[in-house]
């Protein structure tokens, strides 16, 4: 074994043993505190129709770094998300992505794409969460904070790239057992613990998820994007979103809206990422082929706005020469896309108060200042992802909703239908022709749109003078939230140690894949992923380590045991096993763990 895997996903009954040592001895699950749990209950009803299947909040992670792992779904869904894009899955299950992957400095960068697990990995991470999230539902502990019924969820399947991967047997087998996972279930039942075992008996629904946001790479032929959805359609009988990239708007507006208008001019736009990508005519005619297919097939169909933004590389800070613009600017270039596609498409899309037969997903610098507005053009769902990637990470979602439904309650709105007819009554009151038209003027007009402009997300994040060090730090916790798969985690520091900071911070590093948001996010100078202690559990993988930060972690008849692999490391390592053992240790002791 010489290769080292990105992530190493943690088995059902560890995570489930996590669960219940963490709420019994901090009221937490994966470091979300009882605060940001939401309620469905309280407060208007968000219930959302995707592709004709109810969920109970019009929000959720897009695919990405939010939806790959079961500990990331499961808070997803715990912060308020009731549709979960599923990370992307494509044939190629061993990518090789440049470090770091992640730029949320100011706006949002990135040069990720697919899953970072094999194709079983992901099938397996997938129902894990299906699982857990029934497992919660009914747990008594949490009634108090979801409520008796959180509501319906939808897992939304999330493939690439192209026909002929999709068309593996591979691929094709994963999404067959999505559709009927139950011999997957069956495989994890024995592996409920304690205290959640009543539910190894449990009914689980075997049909995990019947739709698919189809994400193409730009300059993905239209032809090819018509022949995947005519596939997923008819051989996996599966309702089919199109994911659609901003260059649809063309060269000349995208560069007229964030170089000139919004006042991005750093960003590089490439004519020939415009021209070799879908043309807004082409795009036009395959929106409405495939909504005719869908239609005789007994499918739906629908769009999703959008991925993100090719850019070139002018920062230098990820190691490709191309990324992908998100955030702010990728809201306004997206939103004036789905007005010229509104305009273009009279009463096919399912907005503006419309029942159109065209659903649109959209994703594309979300956050709670705009999420109520959103909403109220009929989008949905609402996927989420830059937005989760700063401070407060997961809990940022309560606030999201939250915002949404005062918003409502305001305008006298019980529902979402309701919140829709009052946006498009209050457009037209305005001389609008719909609630689209009045958002994206408001979003082009320069006495309104400042948080999208470059001058209005130029505060980096906070620093201090002073390098980062294995002990001891300014204990901020952002490494802990702004981590997308909870890879961090901090301890209570124990009094004997002598150490000044009251936490002491560490990394699992089985499920940090090096992405750099801790990097960016850290006032100290230093990669926390590098310099805090790097915990391995699972001995073969903490073999292939050669740093004085890694430890494996042994489950000992007292207690928890340390090892390092170099001997410098046995101070650290010392330390690291007084810490772990202190008054409230971290719930280690899981079945994986290996006897010292």
């Known amino acids: 074994m010489d290769h080292k895997p990105p992530l190493t996903p943690m088995p059902l009954d560890v995570l489930l043993g996590r669960v219940a040592y963490e709420w019994g001895t901090r009221k937490r699950i994966f470091d979300l505190p009882i605060a940001r749990i939401f309620n469905v209950s309280e407060g208007p009803d968000l219930t959302m129709s995707f592709l004709g299947r109810p969920a109970a909040t019009p929000v959720g992670p897009a695919a990405g770094p939010h939806s790959q792992l079961t500990e990331n779904i499961v808070l997803s869904w715990l912060g308020g998300s009731r549709l979960i894009e599923l990370k992307t899955v494509q044939i190629l299950d061993e990518l090789e992505i440049g470090r770091p992957c992640i730029d949320m400095q100011t706006i949002g960068y990135n040069i990720e794409w697919s899953q970072e697990l094999k194709i079983p990995q992901s099938l397996d991470e997938y129902v894990k969460a299906w699982m857990m999230i029934d497992i919660l539902t009914g747990w008594d502990e949490l009634k108090p904070y979801l409520g008796d019924d959180p509501g319906p969820h939808i897992f939304d399947l999330s493939v690439g790239y192209d026909l002929a991967g999709i068309s593996t047997p591979e691929v094709g087998a994963y999404i067959d057992s999505m559709v009927d996972a139950g011999a997957v279930i069956d495989r994890f039942r024995p592996l409920i613990p304690e205290p959640f075992t009543e539910w190894r008996d449990y009914p689980f629904k075997a049909r995990i998820a019947d739709t698919a946001t189809l994400s193409t790479f730009h300059g993905c032929p239209p032809d090819e994007i018509e022949g995947i959805s005519k596939h997923l359609m008819t051989r996996h009988s599966l309702d089919v979103i199109v994911k659609l990239n901003p260059t649809l708007l063309g060269f000349d507006n995208v560069g007229a809206i964030v170089n000139d208008e919004l006042g991005f001019d750093e960003v590089r736009l490439r004519q020939s990422d415009f021209d070799a990508d879908l043309q807004f005519e082409r795009g036009i005619e395959l929106i409405e082929e495939l909504e005719s297919f869908a239609a005789e097939n007994g499918r739906q169909f629908g769009v999703k706005l959008s991925n993100t933004l090719v850019v070139e590389n002018h ?282």
């Open 315 to 596: 920062k230098g800070w990820m190691p490709d020469e191309t990324m992908y613009l998100s955030g702010p600017p990728l809201h306004v270039v997206t939103t004036t896309l789905l007005d010229r596609l509104n305009r273009a498409l009279p009463g096919k899309l399912r907005v503006d108060g419309q029942d159109g037969s065209v659903q649109v997903s959209f994703s594309a610098g979300l956050n709670k200042d705009n999420m109520a507005q959103a909403a109220g053009l009929g989008l949905a769902p609402l996927t989420v992802c830059s937005d989760l990637l700063k401070p407060g990470g997961y809990g940022r979602l309560k606030p999201m909703l939250k915002n949404l439904q005062k918003a409502m309650e305001e305008a006298g709105c019980t529902d979402l239908n309701a919140w829709h007819r009052h946006s498009q009554e209050a457009a037209q009151a305005e001389s609008r022709t719909g609630a689209v038209d009045a958002y994206v003027a408001g979003l082009h007009d320069p006495e309104r749109n400042e948080v999208y402009r470059k001058d209005g997300n130029l505060k980096l994040p906070r620093a201090v003078e002073h390098d980062l060090e294995m002990w001891d730090c300014v204990a901020c916790n952002f490494c802990v939230t702004v981590c997308p798969n909870d890879a961090f985690f901090r301890l209570a520091t124990p009094e004997e140690l002598g150490l000044d900071a009251r936490q002491q911070y560490f990394v699992l590093v089985e499920l940090c894949n090096e992405c750099g948001n801790c990097l960016t996010f850290c006032p100290e100078t230093g990669d926390p992923a590098q310099i805090k202690p790097r915990l391995f559990t699972d001995p073969d993988r903490f073999a292939l380590e050669a740093d004085e930060q890694a430890f494996l972690v042994l489950q000992g008849a007292d207690g928890y045991a340390v090892k390092s692999n170099q001997q410098a490391g046995d101070e650290n390592a010392a330390t690291l096993t007084t810490a772990l053992n202190g008054e409230e240790p971290f719930p280690l002791r899981v079945a994986q763990l290996t006897s010292d």
